[in-house]
């Protein structure tokens, strides 16, 4: 044998040995290691981890609760298009291999190897399926064994479509969305089989690198990998020359918010959140539990606009305070738009109450930008709002001027204006006096600022809505709505109070003489209130309103409670004047009808008592008809009368403001619906002068009741 013929026999030879070693050893891993791979329980039994999710009466979703977003879909219901851009994306030989793609292999080794470095992956979504399963994401020679094995085994023993399934329900897409469904809610607001072409491909585009692809995050990266899916859909044949040119001119609309419900109800939603939770503790984040509530989105949705524009109202009444912060960017125009985002980042949206960056500003014109590069133009009446802190006398640290950030908002016209985030906080809650059921309740101004929950953690001053309790309590004393009750100066001595000398006075300081009860409940009369508490006994009223759902503690025995000065929440007063309402009946609000699990299987159900049950009476029907009489005749002619303009007699109520008009209510009913606003400031400070409870609190009473009736 020549040596030339040895130099090329021997290595051959030893490189064909190596393999077979090679080989051997990996047939013998196999042998061993086959028996003892995971059993495919998990897949065959798949109970993936559904959110808790939360709905109205009329079921619209308004608020999910979990780890993970998911919403299961069956492999049937996923559109064609929407398979094709996975296949196209992940695995276009998806239906002929058997979990491990020979050709796939093959083609990026050797792009690997031409690319002179590791360009592409051979993953089938059989071994993606494998690895969300079973492994964890590490990248070793043994990892890549056991996940080929399990491919083989999963390969065995499902279907094609069944695993499929597997991948469209399970695999994470970002944004907290894991499967197909749920992303396509998150990222678009639609259901799967409503995506475009377009949509589809973007969202098959996120499995390889759910953060560098993400269409929030990413946008950029994100087009460029749906371009590619497009593409590569093009050249399998699952799109003409013509579906491709749509696809590649449409414009997609990315849902940059993550909570982004068909009804503003995050209040009830966190207490129903809070519900299913005490009931199934943890599990309720993980069964696909629905928790349906009593609320209605035609009732939710009147009860959020009238808090929005009444606080908005109040707002505007008291002045324009200036820009929320100021931000400086280069004059480089790519960098100036970069620091412009990174700074709206840090000013969340509120609604309709939009962040801007101030690029110019004079009195007769501001340009400014919105998140994403919109170009906003704001003139005319669009300034008049924050006009005094445009000019050159405007304090230097509150004017608009470039780099300032506004709030801007659109008029009915569709036109811009400058507007601003309030302070003052405010609160509404409605619910049947038959049984309590809540057809609405909005907690506060903006659930995002603020969770807390105005309507069942806020103690307030109840002011004068707090009276009728009073007289409900001297007609039980034998008082009547004709008794005379004089309306005179009064001097309430020190050793009466226990600490000093007490000079009520009336709201207007004017004072009547004799007058009826019902007259002086109409016109909110202090001084014959206090005469009347001081009669039938400060402890026996205290006792009273017990009947009512009130906390003695919260209403020392003192004369001071005739006007209100103890502590209610707005909860609570829901449950008091549902007894006027409904003939003497205490009746318990709630917001969940039923909970039940993701087959359908009814778990808890509320079961209330109704009005009419004497179990639960409460006052006698004849007082609580002569005090819903007293409070029809406050909407008619007494405090109440704005309420004049819903054009209706079967109306009642009373308006409350507190010393130093700190909180405004109106507490009102009709017999098929009760209702209670209240508006005042966190941190207990004056409303400001004439914010009464008629000017303040009435006006978003109105607005719900408009709608709701």
Same mark, same amino acid.
């Given at each position: 044998?020549?040596?030339?013929?040895?130099?090329?026999?021997?290595?051959?030879?030893?490189?064909?040995?190596?393999?077979?070693?090679?080989?051997?050893?990996?047939?013998?891993?196999?042998?061993?290691?086959?028996?003892?791979?995971?059993?495919?329980?998990?897949?065959?039994?798949?109970?993936?981890?559904?959110?808790?999710?939360?709905?109205?009466?009329?079921?619209?979703?308004?608020?999910?609760?979990?780890?993970?977003?998911?919403?299961?879909?069956?492999?049937?219901?996923?559109?064609?298009?929407?398979?094709?851009?996975?296949?196209?994306?992940?695995?276009?030989?998806?239906?002929?291999?058997?979990?491990?793609?020979?050709?796939?292999?093959?083609?990026?080794?050797?792009?690997?190897?031409?690319?002179?470095?590791?360009?592409?992956?051979?993953?089938?979504?059989?071994?993606?399926?494998?690895?969300?399963?079973?492994?964890?994401?590490?990248?070793?020679?043994?990892?890549?064994?056991?996940?080929?094995?399990?491919?083989?085994?999963?390969?065995?023993?499902?279907?094609?479509?069944?695993?499929?399934?597997?991948?469209?329900?399970?695999?994470?897409?970002?944004?907290?969305?894991?499967?197909?469904?749920?992303?396509?809610?998150?990222?678009?607001?639609?259901?799967?089989?409503?995506?475009?072409?377009?949509?589809?491909?973007?969202?098959?585009?996120?499995?390889?690198?759910?953060?560098?692809?993400?269409?929030?995050?990413?946008?950029?990266?994100?087009?460029?990998?749906?371009?590619?899916?497009?593409?590569?859909?093009?050249?399998?044949? #699952?799109?003409?020359?013509?579906?491709?040119?749509?696809?590649?001119?449409?414009?997609?609309?990315?849902?940059?918010?993550?909570?982004?419900?068909?009804?503003?109800?995050?209040?009830?939603?966190?207490?129903?959140?809070?519900?299913?939770?005490?009931?199934?503790?943890?599990?309720?984040?993980?069964?696909?539990?629905?928790?349906?509530?009593?609320?209605?989105?035609?009732?939710?949705?009147?009860?959020?606009?009238?808090?929005?524009?009444?606080?908005?109202?109040?707002?505007?009444?008291?002045?324009?305070?200036?820009?929320?912060?100021?931000?400086?960017?280069?004059?480089?125009?790519?960098?100036?738009?970069?620091?412009?985002?990174?700074?709206?980042?840090? #000013?969340?949206?509120?609604?309709?109450?939009?962040?801007?960056?101030?690029?110019?500003?004079?009195?007769?014109?501001?340009?400014?930008?919105?998140?994403?590069?919109?170009?906003?133009?704001?003139?005319?009446?669009?300034?008049?709002?924050?006009?005094?802190?445009?000019?050159?006398?405007?304090?230097?640290?509150?004017?608009?001027?470039?780099?300032?950030?506004?709030?801007?908002?659109?008029?009915?016209?569709?036109?811009?204006?400058?507007?601003?985030?309030?302070?003052?906080?405010?609160?509404?809650?409605?619910?049947?006096?038959?049984?309590?059921?809540?057809?609405?309740?909005?907690?506060?101004?903006?659930?995002?600022?603020?969770?807390?929950?105005?309507?069942?953690?806020?103690?307030?001053?109840?002011?004068?809505?707090?009276?009728?309790?009073?007289?409900?309590?001297?007609?039980?004393?034998?008082?009547?709505?004709?008794?005379?009750?004089?309306?005179?100066?009064?001097?309430?001595?020190?050793?009466?109070?226990?600490?000093?000398?007490?000079?009520?006075?009336?709201?207007?300081?004017?004072?009547?003489?004799?007058?009826?009860?019902?007259?002086?409940?109409?016109?909110?009369?202090?001084?014959?209130?206090?005469?009347?508490?001081?009669?039938?006994?400060?402890?026996?009223?205290?006792?009273?309103?017990?009947?009512?759902?009130?906390?003695?503690?919260?209403?020392?025995?003192?004369?001071?409670?005739?006007?209100?000065?103890?502590?209610?929440?707005?909860?609570?007063?829901?449950?008091?004047?549902?007894?006027?309402?409904?003939?003497?009946?205490?009746?318990?609000? #709630?917001?969940?009808?039923?909970?039940?699990?993701?087959?359908?299987?009814?778990?808890?159900?509320?079961?209330?008592?109704?009005?009419?049950?004497?179990?639960?009476?409460?006052?006698?029907?004849?007082?609580?008809?002569?005090?819903?009489?007293?409070?029809?005749?406050?909407?008619?002619?007494?405090?109440?009368?704005?309420?004049?303009?819903?054009?209706?007699?079967?109306?009642?109520?009373?308006?409350?403001?507190?010393?130093?008009?700190?909180?405004?209510?109106?507490?009102?009913?009709?017999?098929?619906?009760?209702?209670?606003?209240?508006?005042?400031?966190?941190?207990?400070?004056?409303?400001?002068?004439?914010?009464?409870?008629?000017?303040?609190?009435?006006?978003?009473?109105?607005?719900?009741?408009?709608?709701?009736?």
């Amino acid at each position: 044998m020549s040596v030339l013929l040895r130099w090329l026999v021997y290595p051959i030879a030893a490189l064909i040995g190596i393999s077979l070693i090679g080989l051997a050893v990996a047939g013998i891993a196999v042998v061993l290691a086959y028996p003892n791979l995971p059993t495919l329980e998990v897949l065959t039994d798949y109970r993936p981890k559904i959110p808790l999710r939360v709905y109205t009466a009329d079921g619209f979703l308004i608020g999910e609760f979990g780890e993970e977003r998911r919403t299961f879909v069956r492999i049937q219901d996923v559109p064609p298009v929407m398979k094709q851009a996975i296949l196209a994306a992940e695995d276009e030989r998806f239906y002929q291999h058997v979990g491990i793609d020979a050709v796939g292999v093959v083609r990026a080794a050797w792009s690997n190897l031409v690319g002179g470095g590791k360009k592409q992956g051979a993953s089938t979504i059989t071994m993606q399926v494998a690895r969300n399963f079973f492994l964890s994401s590490e990248k070793t020679l043994l990892r890549k064994l056991y996940e080929a094995m399990l491919a083989f085994k999963i390969e065995a023993s499902l279907s094609k479509d069944e695993i499929l399934q597997l991948y469209v329900n399970q695999i994470y897409l970002g944004q907290r969305a894991y499967g197909f469904a749920a992303a396509s809610q998150t990222y678009f607001g639609k259901r799967l089989k409503d995506l475009s072409v377009a949509e589809a491909a973007m969202l098959a585009g996120l499995p390889k690198a759910p953060s560098a692809f993400n269409p929030v995050a990413n946008p950029k990266r994100a087009k460029i990998r749906q371009l590619y899916v497009l593409r590569r859909m093009g050249e399998l044949g #699952y799109l003409d020359e013509r579906q491709l040119a749509q696809a590649h001119a449409e414009a997609l609309v990315i849902h940059r918010e993550l909570n982004e419900f068909a009804v503003h109800a995050e209040h009830v939603a966190e207490m129903a959140r809070q519900i299913a939770w005490e009931q199934f503790n943890d599990d309720a984040y993980t069964r696909g539990l629905r928790v349906v509530t009593t609320i209605t989105r035609a009732d939710q949705e009147a009860a959020y606009a009238a808090i929005r524009q009444g606080v908005l109202d109040y707002d505007r009444r008291h002045g324009y305070r200036g820009p929320e912060g100021y931000v400086a960017w280069s004059a480089d125009t790519s960098q100036g738009e970069e620091a412009i985002e990174d700074a709206l980042q840090d #000013y969340a949206e509120s609604d309709d109450l939009r962040a801007a960056v101030v690029l110019s500003a004079s009195a007769s014109e501001v340009r400014a930008v919105r998140r994403g590069g919109e170009a906003v133009r704001i003139a005319g009446e669009g300034l008049k709002f924050a006009a005094r802190m445009l000019g050159d006398n405007a304090p230097a640290n509150r004017r608009i001027r470039r780099g300032a950030v506004v709030r801007i908002a659109k008029n009915d016209a569709g036109e811009w204006h400058i507007t601003q985030l309030p302070e003052v906080e405010a609160a509404l809650v409605a619910a049947s006096p038959v049984d309590g059921s809540v057809r609405a309740l909005v907690g506060g101004f903006d659930f995002a600022r603020k969770k807390f929950n105005h309507v069942t953690q806020a103690w307030r001053q109840p002011g004068s809505s707090f009276k009728p309790f009073v007289y409900s309590a001297a007609l039980e004393r034998g008082y009547s709505p004709a008794t005379n009750v004089q309306d005179e100066p009064l001097l309430i001595s020190a050793e009466e109070t226990g600490s000093q000398d007490w000079e009520p006075r009336n709201y207007d300081n004017k004072h009547e003489g004799p007058m009826p009860l019902r007259l002086a409940l109409a016109k909110s009369k202090n001084l014959v209130s206090v005469r009347l508490l001081r009669a039938i006994g400060p402890r026996y009223a205290q006792d009273y309103v017990t009947r009512f759902g009130f906390e003695a503690d919260k209403h020392p025995p003192y004369l001071t409670m005739a006007l209100g000065a103890g502590s209610v929440t707005p909860w609570q007063m829901l449950i008091g004047y549902s007894v006027f309402a409904n003939s003497g009946y205490r009746v318990q609000p #709630y917001v969940v009808s039923r909970i039940v699990d993701d087959q359908g299987r009814v778990l808890a159900r509320a079961e209330p008592v109704r009005a009419g049950d004497e179990d639960i009476r409460v006052i006698d029907p004849r007082n609580a008809f002569l005090m819903d009489s007293m409070m029809r005749d406050v909407v008619r002619r007494g405090t109440a009368t704005r309420a004049l303009s819903l054009k209706r007699g079967d109306l009642a109520g009373k308006t409350g403001t507190t010393n130093d008009f700190v909180d405004a209510w109106f507490c009102g009913y009709h017999p098929a619906v009760v209702a209670i606003a209240w508006i005042g400031f966190d941190q207990p400070k004056k409303l400001g002068n004439g914010e009464t409870g008629s000017a303040a609190a009435l006006p978003m009473w109105i607005g719900y009741m408009e709608k709701a009736l």
